[in-house]
Each structure stands twice: as structure tokens, then as C-alpha cells.
């Protein structure tokens, strides 16, 4: 079966192109034709032609938002100044030394265990905020007092789960002044759920039904409805093949965006699945315990 | 499948072309790319030494990414330094003392004068210029006690040996309050940073507030400045015959009162300071001074030096390869032997791209000879004579053949007969009344133009590729070069990586791809950006198509046509500064001399074209050749500027020649005349 495109839908050479230049100004992440390729092949003509399949998939990668480490850095420096001015604000603080005083007082702390990538971009945000190091805690070690300002940095909340999970089994017994969970993406379901625990969101990019790829308000297929719910069966059906639990991403969150240390769970698995598939941002999974590892220790031996 | 935290650790390679803003170029980076434009075709007649030292103000002109910016700031004191610490065993000061002037850089950045106009006009309107000239005056000053202090550092000279004197000097010569109570140099310079802050807080502020603008003085230029220097060459005796430049970049976005404040500084120059002045054109900027009847003489007040003025394609093309062996031997990955040549290749195989094209078919020898009326009807004759003239091997020939028996007078079969042993006696090299003939159209007249025209009738683009190619396409202008083969290295290191590493060089439809690219977005950037941006797009899209017309005619009667013709005299106001700034920004450009308007007119006028870079855009020649060139009338002009409708062109080009001839014959390829003197 050939998909009917209209006229202005791009073809594959000009999507290419964008995508050049995406990867060269926005990703800065070594990527080239060949790796493309590669993934394209993934696209076989399972579901309808094989070169319209690969049409549509260059159609959403191109619509992917690459988070690369320079705008990790940025954005964990606007994450920090946001988080000053509703400190600022909210304590009616306007002497220099009575911030610096407020801001001895914050204990910062990453979401989820110490090896997982809320340490890295913990790493991150302590370079761009500049703040000592004896500010920094692990979750479940956090030297909290009455006085304190316990802050959780974190890439993405979407459910809104993990970071509940995080606040009721490190911080809800615990003295504290405030509660902050600074995240680079939330979504507005998270932000209320977390709200109504008393927690301050802060976040840089707010999702909504427009990121998510098939929905109705979905910005990928403003521009062209007509093809939205054939190309939502295509990625869905690949999507039960290489992930059958999460065809169209956990909780089927539809996104298209990853990181450079990481891609989520909730983007489309077409672009983040290992599973007899090549990704084109892979995803490291979590290994939650001994049971799940698979260690080939005479590799090493 | 890259995406790893590993791989974003990996050495990852820089595309050696990446900086192309000598705005935002570090000065180490300045000075490691530097290629000497002084005493070569770019700067005629002016060395570096001459530019350095020249009492007399110099104005350098020349179009957009020429390479003004570059020139100023390689003579300025942060390079200047960097030229030091190269020269291993050379002090900063014996450096500054062999090269006897120190030039301090300084942009006339647009938003930057018109934020300072505005908000000190709004303070006093007649005293705001003489805000700006405190405030000149004291960038100045703090650049040249920087200098001291930076010699003082580095132990080339002990300011406190000379400190009492020197300051007493100063107190004594200059009538300024604030320094009258200064001890050191340190003080001075205090004063000085004070002013400078107060008038940046000031300018903050003032839009909030209705606070008064009160400098604790204000400075005339040079009242500060000149006396510095003076002293400084009294107790640095290695600096007294030092020049002092300030070094003015983008002269034309200054207001008119601010140019002429420059003009009245140029005519009124000091011993020790001089200017050096960075442009666009001539025809933007006022000779006015402030003293409403002096007006700026050049070689009295002033020498003018144009860059790329009279280059030639060889000197170009031997600019841009140094240009590019600089940037080259940065990255360890492409530093190669044979440079850019090595990497782009040197001129298109435009045999091997007809035969491409062509891939043995005919249609193309079908339709030129079409052209024929006694030919068109007749199928069977049409096949003896392709049966003929055919060359499936060289597109290139077979169709001069059929060009040959078109234009013939003579019956279509002996002329077809009549090619057919021309163009073997030029492939046997042996005798024939008309070869001499068909070498000049085989390898001169028509190669170029028969590409162009049988890709059109295949449907295909002419490629574009080849260092040669890229040189006519920059047309003098390195920020082009530059750009140019930074899209191309960028298009090879997504398209054909592992090819590119390997080889060393970028395949033909990588560099046509990245040419193709860069043209477009080249042209819509600057219409986007610029005033007239819309009007300036349709005229250039118009003109552009009327050539492509030229191009796609199958008697190739004009080949390679793509320059036009119009009296400017004739346009209202409103289109000649239109016209202005197409020019200034080079989107048109007009020949630097003053040529017969077409091959049948015996009259000299104007020819411009459009920007060469942007001739993929329409598939046309980058080459300049005489011959045709298209007249447009004011309302034309007019016309073409409000919407997309391109003007017929080709057919009442063929009316005009075919009142004046009989036979087309265009021999007047590469004949220029003389300038008007």
C-alpha cells in the first residue's frame, strides 16, 4: 500500500537536508547520512510501502528535539536563576547578604539513585550555578533542618511519578523550609501533581498534547491531519514489535525528544529501541537490580 | 548509531572553515589566518608598512565580506600583541617600535549610535554628538594608557621612573578638573573607567528615569588623547615616532551628523594620530564635514584604497588558495598536499557532465535542429542528419554539429556532412578549412552554454563544482570563498564521511548539493535582513529568470548572457536608493568600468549583473563574457521589483539583432573597453 502525501509534504532528499543542518547548528552530535540510513532500514514495508514508510519516519525525526550537552548547561543556568527569583521573591529577600544567607541554607539533590543520569546533570548544574559542593547530597542522604530549602534537580517529569516517589521515601520525614523540583522538561499533569503536594516546579520547557506526536493538538501533524492517524498505525505496529509493553513509549507519552547522556522512555521506541532494531538515539535501560544484569564476567577475566 | 555519552567525548572533528565573522575572531585566530592582501591583486599599490605608518587618514573600501574587518583588526593592539608573542626573543614594546603605529579598533555597531542618539538626544539635541565625542575620546585614552600599562607588566618600560613627570605634564597641558588632583597613571585611568561606566549606567537608566546627563567633564577628542601621546614619547623615546591609529569599521551605519564628525576628524588630523576608515561604497557615505564648506578632497585629506579594484580571476584565485592552505593546515585531518585543489578539484569536466546528462539518448540533437523550419516537419530527414552529426561519446560536439546545421545557409545535409569533418579534423588534428572554427566553439564559445542548455532539456541541474567554480562564484569576495567551502565540507561530512576522511576530497554532487544550498539561503538571508529585502528579492529573482531564459534557448544564440543594462538617471528616487542598496549589499554589481551596452550598441553605460553567487539559483553562467546584455527600461526595472513577472526578453533581444544582422555572430568575448578618463 503507497501512502498518498499531499503535495507539500517534503520529500525525502529535502528532509534530508533539513536534518543536515539540524544536525550540524541544533544537535552538534556526529551523525551522518549513514547512520540515518541505517535506521531508515529498520522500515522494511511491513505496513505499507517501503519507501513511504521511510518518508514518514524521516518526517518525525525531523520534528526530534536533541537536547546536546552545551544545552543541558544552559538550561540547568536558567533552571538555577529561575529558582533564585522565586527564592528571592517568595522570602521578600532584597539585601545581598540576606540571599547569600538563604542560600546556604538549600540542599541540593538529584532524583533517583546516585548512578543514574540525575547525578550527571546534578554535575551539570553545579558547574553553571557555580555552588560549592558540600551543597550536594544523595536523595536518601539529605542533611536537612527546619531551615532548609531541600532542591530536586531532575531532566524530565511526565507522569509525575518518580519525583512523588523520590519526595515520600527521602524527604517526607524529614525538617525542611521549602520543597523544589527544578526539571528541564514537566509536563502540566506532573506540575499539578507535584503542586498539590506542595512542592515548587520549576521547569525551562513545558509539554503538553502538542508534543505528543499523534494527538490531536499534535504539532508534528499540524500541517498535514490527513496522514496523522495512518502514520500513528505504522509507528505503533513497529512499536509492537520492538517494544510490546510501551508501543508508543512508556505510558504512551508519544514524545520525540531525548538527551545526549540518555533518550526516555516516553519518546516513540522507533527511536530508542535495541530490541532486533537499530535506534537512532539509543536508550540505556535501567538494570533495577542483581537479577536483571547479565554480566559476562569471563569477558573481563 | 552515535548517540553515547562516549561519543560526544570523542575527538570530534571542526570544519576548518567555521569562522567567517572577523567580528567574533579571536585575535590569535586573526593573525593565524592572515593572508597579506597588501601588494597583491586584492590591495594594489599599498603595502602594509604604508598602511601602518601613512599620516594621511585612509579610507579602506569595499563590498560586504571583502575582508574590511579583518584588515582593521590585523593592525589592531590585540593582534598586534599576538605578533609578539610569536616573535620569539622581540619585546612587545621593540615589536610596537618596528612597526612604529599601534591602531585601536573601534565598530560603528548601528544599534549601538542609534540607542546612543536616541537616548542623548532626547537629553540635548544639539549637544548629543558632543556626548559621543567624550565618549570617543575616552575609549581612546583608556586604549592607549592600556598599552602603558601592559609594557609596564611585562617590564619593557618602568612607568614609575617617569610616573611624577609625566602626570605633571599632563595636569599642566590639559584643563580638566578631575585629573588635576591625579597622582599616578592608575589615577587617570580611574577617572577615565569612572566616565565610561557612569555614561553606560547612564544610558541604562535613562530610559527608566528622568536624570540629567552630568559627565564630571567632557572631553573634545584628541583635548585627552593628544597629550597622552605626546608624553609618551617624551619618556618612552622607543615610542616617539609611533602612530597612533583609531581604527573605524563600518563606517556607512553611522548617522550623517556622525560622519561628518569623522570627516571634520579626518581633514583635521594630529601628528601622532591618525585614522584608518573601513567602508562599504562611495556612494552611501556623505564628504561633508562639520564645517558646512569643507568637504573631503581624497590624496588631499585623505587616500582611498578599493579593495579587489581591477583584480584579476588569477589573482583572485591565488588569494583564495592561500585563504584556504591557511585553514587547511589547522585541521590535522585535511591538511593536504595539494591544498584546495586537492580537495575540490580544479575546473568542472564539463564533457563528462553532458555525457551524464545525455547517457547516449538524442533528444536534445531532435529539438535544436526542430529549430529549423525545413527540418521540424521532416522526420527522416531530421534522422539522417543526427545520423550524421551524431557523437554519442561527446555530447558537446555532436550538438555544435547540429548548431552548425541550423544556423547554415547551405542544404542541411552537406552542412551536416560539412560539422561532421570539422569536428574530426579537430579530434585527428588534421587539416580542414572550418577547424579552426569549430576549436574556438568546441573549447571556447559554446562548451559552457550547451551544459546549461542540455541539462535544461534533460530536466537536470547544471552542477556546480570545482575550486575554479567556487572562485567565479566568490567573485573576489573571501567571506564567499570562505562560506562557500564551509557548506561544502559540512554537506560532505553528513553525505559522504568515510569517503571524505579517506580521500581527502569531496565529490562533485556533494559540492554542487552544498553550492546549491548555499546560494539559496545565501540570497533569502540577506533579503530577509535587509531594507527593501522584498523588492530587492523580486527584481533579482526577475532578472535572474530573464537570463535563465537566455540560457535555455536552443539556438544558443547569446550564450552565457547574464548581464543587464538600465540608466539609472531614469529612476525615480525612491528606485535609486533601492538600487543603493542592492549594491551596497551586493546583491547587483556594477562593473568597475564603463562598457558598450550591448554587442550591436555603439554606447557606453553601466552593466551590472547580479551577485555570481547566486547563479546556481537559476542555473546560469558565473562567467564573465561581453557580447549581450539584456537593456531594461525604468519601467521595467519598476516592474520587476513589485512582483514576480518576468519580462520576454529573449524574444525582442532576437527582434533588435535581427533588425541589425543577418547572420548572429558574437565574437566579443572578453572584450572590455577602455574606463571612461
Known sequence: ???????????????????????????????????????????????????????????????????????????????????LHDVIVKNNLYE??????????????????????????????????????????????????????????????????????????????????????????ASKEAVEKLSEKGINVIYCTLVDERNKCFSDASMVFYRFPELKDLVKNIIKNYGEIIEHEMPLGYKDGEYCFGFYYNTPNNSLPIFWSSNNWKPIFARKEKLQNAKQLHFAADRYI | MPNNFTSQLTD?????????????????????????????????????????????????????GSGKTTILKYFSYPVLKERANERNGQSLLSVIKSERSIGFYFRCDDSFVNTFKSIFENQSPDKWLSFFEHYLELSFCKQIISVLMDLNEVQNICIKSFEYKFIQNIIKEVNIAPISSATTIQDIFNFILTELRYIDTYKNESIFSNVIFTPSALLKLYSLSDVLINNISIFVAELNKTIYLILIDEFENLTEELQQFFNTAIKFSKQSISLRIGRRSEGIVTKATINQTEYLREKHDYF????????????????????????????SKLCHSDGILGLLGDKEDLDEECREICRGRQEHLKQILSEKNSISSNAELKDQIINIIKNPNNPIAETINALWVIRSKDDVLISAQNAKEAMLAFFNKTAHPNVKKYINDYENKYRYSITVLLSSIYKRKKLYYGFNTIAHLADGNPRTFINICRTIISDALFYEKNRFFETKSISKESQNRAISEFSMSEFENVCSIIKYGNKIRNLILNVGNVFAEFHKDKKVRYPETNQFVFNKLELSDDLRNIINTSESWSMIIKREKTQRVSASIDRKGDIYYINRAFSPIFNISYRIRGGVNVRFSSDEITRMMVSLSTERKLSQQDKLESSTKNDIQLSLFNQEDRPNE
Not at chain 1, 121 to 133: G, M, V
Not at chain 2, 33 to 56: A, I, Y
Not at chain 2, 310 to 322: M, R, S, V
Request: aromatic fraction near 14%.
Open chain 1, 1 to 83: 500500500m503507497a501512502i498518498d502525501f499531499p503535495d507539500n509534504f517534503p520529500n525525502i532528499e529535502q528532509m534530508l537536508g533539513i536534518l543536515q543542518k539540524t544536525i550540524e547548528k541544533s544537535w552538534k552530535i556526529e551523525i551522518d547520512i549513514d547512520d540515518i540510513y541505517s535506521w531508515l532500514n529498520n522500515f522494511t514495508g511491513q505496513f505499507c510501502d517501503a519507501e513511504d514508510e521511510k518518508r514518514i519516519a524521516l518526517w518525525i525525526l525531523c520534528n526530534y528535539t536533541y537536547y546536546n550537552p552545551d544545552d543541558i548547561n544552559h538550561l540547568c543556568k536558567i533552571l538555577y536563576k529561575n529558582f
Open chain 1, 96 to 185: 545581598e547578604d540576606s540571599i547569600e544567607k538563604e542560600l546556604k541554607n538549600v540542599c541540593f539533590s538529584s532524583i533517583g539513585s546516585a548512578s543514574e543520569s540525575g547525578g550527571l546533570l546534578l554535575y551539570h548544574f553545579r558547574q553553571q550555578a557555580n555552588i560549592s559542593i558540600d551543597r550536594f547530597f544523595y536523595p536518601t542522604s539529605i542533611d536537612s533542618t527546619s531551615e532548609n530549602i531541600v532542591v530536586f534537580i531532575d531532566d524530565a517529569t511526565l507522569s509525575g511519578g518518580t519525583a512523588l516517589r523520590t519526595f515520600f521515601k527521602n524527604v517526607e520525614n524529614i525538617p525542611y523550609k521549602s520543597i523544589y523540583y527544578l526539571t528541564i522538561i
Open chain 2, 12 to 64: 570530534t572533528f571542526d570544519n576548518p572553515f567555521d569562522d567567517i565573522n572577523a567580528n567574533i575572531i579571536e585575535p590569535q585566530k586573526i593573525l593565524s589566518l592572515w593572508c597579506t592582501p597588501f601588494n597583491t591583486g586584492v590591495l594594489k599599490d599599498m603595502d602594509e608598512k604604508k598602511f601602518r605608518t601613512q599620516k594621511l587618514p585612509i579610507i579602506l573600501q569595499g563590498s560586504r
Open chain 2, 304 to 331: 582611498l584604497v578599493e579593495i579587489n579594484k581591477g583584480q584579476k580571476f588569477e589573482d583572485q584565485k591565488k588569494y583564495f588558495t592561500e585563504i584556504a592552505f591557511k585553514r587547511l593546515c589547522i585541521s
